[in-house]
């Protein structure tokens, strides 16, 4: 079958799909439903104390108690959007100069010179991409909790994946994909497994041997997933497709085949390589930044705008072309960043109803009531479910922890296995819920609406979720401290 013939067979078929709403319109239902569940679930909460050692506020547990009824009306729901907004400020605003600093460097041309390069070694060998691409990605995962930073990567990822034959999922499932699972499945993150630990109080980053294991399986799953996509997406031909995509990088707009006339005549090849050496220089800045000094949000903005400036400059942009560079930047990114914020305001009608607390005290009820093994199946489906309403991991870990830990000291479950639960149940659905900004961000950068990355994403979670609750009955089996 021909690629064109595949590409045509794609898009009707895509054609005869039920009609998915678009992002901005899902995420405002979800804000209508949280409205509503403030009328329809009691107000209540858990007392919480600050840890003086760390600053952290924590549940107390079995402290839940009812309080007033709150509950949000249609104004209440609307003007959340604007409390999110400010909620979420920091990240919105990072996404923003991230695009417009790579929107720089694309028309440096350094871009498009950096994935020929890659390209002419990869050629031969395109999939090897994959293993690579996935492994570095989970690394910083892994380590770091590598989350947001992928939003800097996605441009060349996709570029990247479009020159090798392949489509924006692809590069998308390499980048974010592997960094989700380094997070979610890794020994080594601060943000879930750090203070998971800390809250259940073991030793820090133990149980490492057993993660390691479980996470080099989880990105096998993801490797496969990738591949198999990718060999289809490289036989049929799905460009013609992804361009029908709502989103900002398009493949008119940022060709990664070719740099324009205007790009040539404007910047010699010294001047690409000076742009992309600036590009490779924030990279480093960044690991060692985030690692050495524990630079936040704040830093790698200042970062990446800084670079979008010099790489602008040195690349021959002039100071009015990088300014232009950075407001079609902006542009292009806007829908992304903006999402984030309509997400947060998810989590902004629930607080304001006092419902959070409630949902967490009637989902750990029932599990009073199981055997062990089932209790740490039932606590890995809470964790899971409890990911929508609290997308922040540390935040759900200072909600959950502090109520399941003495649950399993009741039950006889090692409270180990109580982290890998919250652990594996949080990092799986960082994948594909909404309420996570950064997916809306990275996935609206790609070009990718999301029902089609539903699509894409949902098979690997369902057999992510199935490894996470084999690898809670082998640590129970074998007695992981």
């Not at 013939?5 to 949280?34: C, H, S, Y």
């Not at 991230?98 to 395109?126: D, H, M, N, W, Y």
């Not at 292009?332 to 607080?351: M, Q, Y």
């Not at 540390?394 to 982290?419: E, F, K």
């Amino acid at each position: 079958m021909s690629a064109r013939t595949g590409e045509n067979q794609e898009l009707q078929a895509d054609r005869k799909r039920p009609r998915f709403p678009n992002a901005l319109v899902l995420l405002m239902a979800f804000i209508l439903l949280a409205g509503i569940a403030t009328y329809l679930l009691p107000a209540g909460r858990y007392e919480r104390v600050k840890d003086e050692s760390t600053g952290r506020t924590k549940v107390v547990a079995n402290s839940y108690h009812r309080v007033e009824q709150t509950p949000v009306g249609p104004l209440g729901m609307l003007s959340s959007i604007q409390q999110g907004m400010i909620s979420a400020a920091s990240v919105i605003f990072f996404v923003f100069l991230v695009g417009g600093a790579f929107t720089v460097i694309e028309q440096t041309g350094a871009l498009a010179f950096a994935v020929e390069s890659l390209v002419s070694k990869l050629e031969t060998r395109p999939l090897m991409v994959i293993p690579i691409g996935t492994l570095a990605f989970a690394s910083g995962g892994a380590t770091f909790g590598m989350m947001e930073e992928t939003i800097a990567f996605i441009p060349i990822l996709v570029l990247l994946a479009r020159r090798l034959g392949f489509d924006a999922l692809t590069g998308v499932s390499i980048c974010f994909g592997g960094a989700v699972i380094g997070a979610g499945f890794g020994p080594l993150n601060p943000f879930n497994v750090g203070i998971a630990q800390s809250l259940a109080e073991l030793p820090l980053f133990s149980g490492m041997a057993f993660r390691i294991v479980v996470c080099l399986i989880a990105l096998a799953l993801l490797i496969h997933h990738t591949a198999r996509h990718a060999r289809r997406a490289r036989n049929a031909g799905s460009q013609a497709q992804e361009r029908q995509s709502t989103g900002a990088i398009e493949s008119e707009k940022a060709p990664a085949e070719r740099v324009s006339e205007r790009e040539k005549a404007a910047g010699c090849a010294w001047k690409r390589a000076a742009a992309l050496g600036v590009m490779v220089a924030a990279f480093a800045g960044l690991v060692i930044g985030v690692l050495r000094f524990g630079w936040g949000i704040d830093e790698l903005a200042t970062l990446f705008f800084t670079m979008g400036i010099i790489a602008g400059i040195v690349g021959g942009l002039g100071i009015n072309g990088t300014a232009e560079a950075f407001i079609l930047g902006f542009q292009r990114i806007a829908f992304g960043a903006l999402l984030i914020g309509f997400a947060r305001a998810i989590l902004v009608v629930l607080e304001q109803g006092a419902i959070i607390d409630t949902m967490v005290a009637g989902l750990v009820a029932p599990l009073e009531h199981l055997p062990g093994w089932a209790t740490a199946i039932g606590m890995l489906a809470v964790q899971s479910l409890l990911h929508f309403p609290v997308p922040s991991t540390s935040g759900q870990a200072m909600i959950t922890m502090p109520i399941l830990v003495p649950l399993s000291d009741l039950l006889g479950i090692a409270r180990q296995v109580t982290v890998l639960a919250y652990q594996y149940g949080a990092g799986i659905f960082e994948m594909i819920y909404p309420t996570n900004g950064a997916m809306l961000a990275v996935i609206a950068i790609a070009g990718i609406s999301f029902d089609r990355w539903l699509r894409f994403m949902l098979p690997l979670v369902i057999k992510l979720w199935a490894l996470a609750a084999m690898a809670l009955l082998v640590a129970i089996s074998i007695g992981v401290k």
